[in-house]
């Protein structure tokens, strides 16, 4: 290779054409000094596997300008990007628009040996998103981003709304690929006419012969501009030793090229350049569609609908429940002993030991003083705090934690399992039929083998088992979403089909915290007492808790508490004024066995009396249980004693269902125990004594009551108000999969007519270009209108208002 030629070489970093330039290192031609300086930083850290994974994984730095990031050492914009900081490890995410293959991930994710600072990059690549955990005393957040900068990803930094979407539905380049390959199309159409209108004298051959030219001209960018991404993907397919669906879409406009460029050059024809035209462009238009629609999908679940989840906001009316998404920077919340800081603030009052194993994996808890920063995703324990916050509640952030792959379970999907076998061998069937048909033409007529070999390659679609899944399950969980019901992601859906057992927690599931019946039996309590004991139970979010709470009424406002502890399932401790107080089972304040059942108060030592608090169960509990029974076997635990057995035998069908006393540790164990058997078991509950059964269950759901107890154990969120509905959800969503597969048999159907006619040469490759996409908007538009079309039919809200209250 000569370096003295470097304007038919390509760069070795970005894959431009070196037009000519004479940068080069050792037997390597760049185009510009960033590209080799990239080269030169990867090649020193041993990192130049980047680019075997993709002949053209290199992002060009030819033209750009150098960034400037001293801004960043501003301690409050560095605020503003952050997600998390202990003052040692920190995280944080970029938007970065360059990743575009699997040697970007892989760069990417192997950053930590560029910068010893950094201890762990993780790419979402649909999102283009990176997320970063480093150590403060080695790197900061201006180092990391001249860092990706210099490699040619420089971050899309967003100073405003941070829970505004940094993508566009659509990217521009797509706009401009379609722009490029709808003009070349009219126009190959147009310098086509005389082809159409059949004129043939020799007077027109010399018009015939300059429009065959132009029309080559006008379809080198539809290829190598608007079809790129097609071939390179078909490439990279090809180089790691499989075929993805690409590979026959790109040998049919190579095929159509190459022929077209051969026929005008060679014998003066025509070509079939026109229809190169149109399959390109109107592959885009589905890509264009395809895109559009998801994102709408997305968009309306991550940013529109929200979480069923509430925060007690303090205020000069006093203290009220409102929904997370009405909270505003400046307003101060109250987060109770186990509870979830919302948003990132600033601790106001109160002993926060907060536990950011939601964030950071690290389940022990860090002490926060007063004044500090306290970070979204954190869990309190211990007495409640007031926290003033700094951000608005960032609804996609949430939905990222929840998804976290350590919170994922091991999901069976069918649907994935199906999909994965079509991607696997239709290619590859599709390539054999293509070259039988070409092989039976051939020696027959050249011009049907060309058309028949190219409309084969076309027409065949194997995208209904690739789209079905994401647009009509995605369509459902936004559907759910509108009517309370918030699944983690599309794999719960399809694991409620395969559910066999229901175990429902009973106090605050089968129960509400309102307007709660009860008596106190013991020694009378005096007005400071009273006030002691509600102090006390307001630092726990559990509902005997607050059903105390509340039947306490006015006791004349909080008193301090310290040495706070709750002890789960057993009950609550710590001074006030002084005194030792305990609110708990007789097990734990010591009763006597003869002194009944109820939450007792022992006050310095002293058994003061006890709360009998009167069950009051949700609405429609019995229609709730009789309609589950039919199709689920059900049980119900409780770590209450069993006073309500009477009234729950004769609902939920026997004693052998019925379970009370149990601990956390025994609630696990019984989901185990069933999982044991075969069964796949779904456990509802309050996630607050439950947090282990919801996380061991196949499928977990909390119920939520105005109350902030969205845990990561769970897999889905209903709000109680809703609990009613429960069997009409759970069968909205097993009903989907028959969707999905009513969209795969459309996909057979699709593909054996139009293969009958592509193999006879009846098809013309522009039709063919027309169907497939056709196709594949067939499928969006049914699944996002079929799971309408079912939701309607079962009464279910399609669209809701995004800011519609759940108190």
């Known amino acids: 290779m000569s370096l003295k030629e470097p304007l038919h070489v390509p760069c070795y970093h970005c894959g431009e054409p070196c037009e000519g330039s004479n940068i080069a290192l050792e037997d390597k031609i760049f185009c510009c000094e960033g590209c080799k300086m990239v080269y030169e930083i990867l090649n020193e850290n041993d990192l130049c596997r980047y680019y075997q994974l993709d002949d053209q994984a290199g992002i060009s730095l030819k033209g750009r300008r150098q960034e ?107 706009y401009f690929q379609l722009g490029v390959a709808g003009f070349a199309f009219g126009n190959i159409m147009l310098l086509s006419f005389p082809e159409y209108l059949g004129l043939s004298s020799e007077e027109d051959q010399f018009f015939q012969h300059i429009f065959g030219y132009g029309n080559i001209l006008l379809a080198i960018p539809v290829v190598f501009y608007s079809g790129w991404d097609y071939l390179r993907s078909a490439a990279l397919s090809l180089r790691h030793g499989h075929f993805n669906m690409d590979v026959p879409i790109s040998l049919g406009i190579i095929t159509l090229f190459v022929r077209s460029v051969f026929d005008i050059l060679t014998t003066g024809g025509a070509g079939y350049l026109d229809s190169l035209a149109g399959l390109v462009f109107f592959l885009l238009i589905g890509k264009w569609f395809q895109q559009k629609t998801f994102y709408h999908l997305a968009f309306d679940r991550d940013y529109r609908s929200y979480f069923p989840i509430a925060a007690l906001l303090k205020d000069g009316a006093g203290e009220r429940s409102v929904p997370v998404q009405k909270l505003d920077p400046g307003q101060t919340i109250i987060v109770k002993n186990g509870e979830l800081v919302p948003a990132d603030g600033l601790l106001v009052k109160g002993g926060a030991q907060i536990d950011y194993s939601f964030v950071t994996g690290e389940a022990e808890p860090v002490h926060i003083p007063i004044g500090e920063k306290l970070y979204a995703g954190g869990r309190q324990v211990g007495e409640r705090i007031e926290v003033t916050l700094t951000k608005k509640v960032s609804q996609s952030y949430l939905t990222q934690l929840w998804n976290d792959e350590a919170f994922q379970k091991d999901e069976d ?4 399992r199906l999909a994965d076998k079509v991607g696997r061998y239709f290619t590859f069937i599709i390539l054999l039929v293509s070259f039988a048909t070409l092989a039976y033409w051939l020696p027959r007529d050249l011009s049907i083998a060309i058309n028949a070999f190219t409309a084969v390659l076309i027409v065949a679609c194997p995208c209904a088992v ?285 593909n054996i007519i139009g293969l009958s006619f592509a193999v006879q040469g009846t098809l013309s490759p522009v039709v063919a270009a027309i169907l497939m996409p056709a196709s594949s908007i067939t499928i969006v538009l049914f699944g996002v209108l079929s799971s309408n079309l079912l939701a309607r039919k079962m009464q279910l809200h399609i669209w809701g208002d995004k800011n519609q209250s759940i108190v």
């Open 68 to 174: 400037h990031y001293a801004y960043l050492d501003d301690k409050e914009i560095r605020e503003q990007l952050i997600d998390y900081s202990n003052g040692e490890h920190t995280r944080v995410r970029f938007h970065l628009p360059q990743i575009h293959c699997a040697s970007c991930i892989w760069l990417l994710e192997n950053l930590y040996r560029l910068n010893d600072g950094i201890t762990q990059s993780k790419v979402h690549f649909t999102k283009k998103e990176i997320q970063l955990s480093y150590l403060e005393s080695q790197t900061s957040v201006r180092k990391i981003v001249e860092l990706l900068a210099s490699i040619g990803y420089a971050p899309a930094i967003n100073l405003g709304d941070a829970d505004r979407p940094k993508e566009k539905a659509v990217s521009r380049r797509l």
């Open 413 to 416: 999907s069918t649907t994935q």
């Open 466 to 750: 690739a789209l079905a899944v994401p647009f009509t399950f995605g369509n459902s969980i936004r559907i759910l979403a509108h009517n309370q019901f918030f699944l983690k992601n599309i794999h719960v859906l399809e694991g409620l089909r395969n559910i066999q057992s229901i175990v429902f927690d009973k106090t605050g599931t089968l129960t509400g915290v309102r307007h709660t019946e009860g008596q106190y039996v013991g020694e009378a309590l005096h007005a400071l007492e009273k006030q002691m004991v509600q102090s006390l139970v307001r630092q726990s979010a559990h509902p005997a808790s607050q059903q105390l709470d509340q039947w306490l009424g006015n006791t004349g406002g909080p008193l301090e508490i310290s040495q706070f502890e709750e002890i789960a399932g057993q009950g609550v401790q710590g001074v006030a004024d002084g005194r030792q107080i305990q609110v708990g089972s007789r097990t734990f304040t010591g009763a006597p066995p003869t002194a009944g059942e109820g939450v007792f108060i022992r006050i310095d030592g002293d058994i003061k009396g006890r709360f009998e608090m009167g069950s009051r169960y949700r609405l429609g509990l019995e229609e709730v249980v009789q309609s589950l029974k039919t199709r689920y076997r059900l049980f119900l635990l409780s770590g209450d004693n069993d006073r309500e057995r009477a009234h729950l035998e004769p609902i939920f069908g026997g004693k052998d269902a019925l379970l009370f006393q149990q601990s956390p540790g025994e609630k696990l164990q019984f989901v185990k125990k069933l999982q044991a058997d075969g069964k796949k078991v779904c456990m509802i509950g309050d996630g607050l004594n439950d947090a282990g059964a919801l996380r061991q269950s196949d499928t977990g759901i909390v119920l939520t009551e105005n109350t902030n107890n969205f845990t990561p154990a769970s897999d889905a969120i209903l709000h109680a108000g809703q609990f009613h509905r429960l069997p009409l959800l759970l069968d909205f969503a097993r009903k989907n999969i028959h969707l999905v597969y009513a969209a795969y048999s459309f996909a057979v159907a699709y």
